[in-house]
């Protein structure tokens, strides 16, 4: 199984996995090179930080949820 990898998966240091990641998320590249214009670092990097563990939290919860069968 070859799982692609999420917005959040990049090593953004290595500039051959940040153009992946630009390439494969394209509106939501261009989503946060609009917000880091508007923001400072720290407050970017707060944000980012949140998203990302909220993203994992989103996924970690959707491998878990075991929807139930419910009878009439």
Known sequence: MN???NFYDFNLSCLHERRER???FP???KFHIALREEL????YQAFYNAEKADFYQLTLQDK???PACIEA
């Open 3 to 5: 799982a692609q990898k």
């Open 27 to 29: 509106e939501l590249t």
């Open 64 to 66: 878990t949820f075991q």
């Open 22 to 24: 630009n390439d494969l």
């Open 40 to 43: 400072t670092e720290e407050e």
